[in-house]
C-alpha cells in the first residue's frame, strides 16, 4: 500500500463565481486516485496582493489525504485550474481558480517549478489564516507552527467572505 500523506492546498478566486469555482476544486481534489478530502476552511475575502485594480479575492485552504506523490499532485492542480477556466495572460492576471500547494506532509522539496512548503505562505494571511483554520498545529518546515505565526501576518485585511 502506497504511503498516505496530507497535503494542504491554498485556493484563490477573483474572476467569475469563487464559490462555485471552490465547490468544482473540492469536488475533483476529491475525485483523484487515492486521494480524500479531509477538511476545507471557511471562505475568507482578502484584497489582491502586489497589484491593484483587480477584484478581491476569495481563499480558503484544502486538507487532502493523497498517496500521490507530490509532483503528481501539483500536476492534478494544473489541471484542474484549467479545468475551473485559469488562464495565465500575464504575472499576476485576475483568475478564475489558483490552487497552490503549501505542504505535502513534513517534506520539503526544492524543484523546478514545485517548492514546498509554498516559500511566502507564512508572510500572507489569506493562505496562514485559512490554513490555522482548520490545521492550528499543522508545523510548516523551517517555520513553526501555524497558529504561532499568526501575529506575523495581523496586519493584512481578511474577512470571512
Do not use: K
Amino acid at each position: 500500500m502506497t504511503p498516505r500523506v496530507c497535503a494542504f492546498i491554498a485556493f484563490g478566486a477573483n474572476l467569475g463565481d469563487p464559490a462555485a469555482a471552490f465547490a468544482l476544486a473540492l469536488q475533483r481534489l476529491g475525485d483523484l486516485p487515492d486521494s480524500r478530502v479531509l477538511a476545507r476552511s471557511s471562505l475568507y475575502r482578502t484584497a489582491p496582493v502586489g497589484v491593484e485594480g483587480q477584484p478581491d479575492y476569495i481563499n480558503a485552504v484544502i486538507e487532502l489525504s493523497t498517496a500521490l506523490p507530490a509532483r503528481h499532485l501539483l500536476e492534478a492542480l494544473l489541471a484542474i485550474e484549467h479545468e475551473g477556466g485559469r488562464t495565465r495572460d500575464f504575472h499576476m492576471a485576475p483568475r478564475t481558480m489558483d490552487l497552490d500547494l503549501l505542504l505535502y506532509g513534513d517534506a520539503v522539496i526544492d524543484e523546478h517549478g514545485l517548492q514546498v512548503p509554498h516559500p511566502r505562505m507564512h508572510l500572507r494571511a489569506f493562505t496562514l489564516v485559512p490554513l490555522a483554520e482548520i490545521a492550528p498545529e499543522v508545523i510548516i518546515p523551517g517555520r513553526g507552527r501555524a497558529a504561532d505565526l499568526l501575529p506575523g501576518v495581523a496586519d493584512q485585511a481578511i474577512a470571512r467572505a
